[in-house]
Nanobody
Framework: QVQLVESGGGLVQAGGSLRLSCVAS????????MAWYRQFPGKQRDLVAR???????NYADSVKGRFSISRINAKKTAYLQMSSLKPEDTAVYYC???????????????WGQGTQVTVSS
């Protein structure tokens, strides 16, 4: 019954910006780590950015300095602000949250449905 819903994808020109959102709902005790992944056609799904509950972040080398991940815990929401977009950023982007459904269990991973980001040259 935990569900992650993404929004914000679309078509942008190279050099443009886009912000993705991911909202969790359902039976949630806490959200430990929020992350964004992306998947190119026919390729593996790769980590783009990660943020801990305390706000510590890390990024894939390919997006450092261009993308920024953030979270609003009270809204159970993560964001990915993307700027200086390049055609090679074109992919399906997925959010992934580590969620505890009670105080007696460890985190499980939950995935959003994916949102398409297309960057034209």
């Amino acid at each position: 019954q935990v569900q992650l819903v993404e929004s914000g994808g679309g078509l942008v020109q190279a050099g443009g910006s886009l912000r993705l959102s991911c909202v969790a709902s359902g039976s949630i005790f806490s959200i430990d780590t929020m992350a964004w992944y992306r998947q190119f056609p026919g390729k593996q799904r790769d980590l783009v950015a990660r943020i801990t509950m305390s706000g510590s972040t890390n990024y894939a080398d390919s997006v450092k300095g261009r993308f920024s991940i953030s979270r609003i815990n009270a809204k159970k929401t993560a964001y990915l602000q993307m700027s200086s977009l390049k055609p090679e950023d074109t992919a399906v982007y997925y959010c992934n949250f580590g969620i505890r459904t009670s105080d007696s269990v460890l985190s499980n991973n939950y995935w959003g449905q994916g949102t398409q980001v297309t960057v034209s040259s």
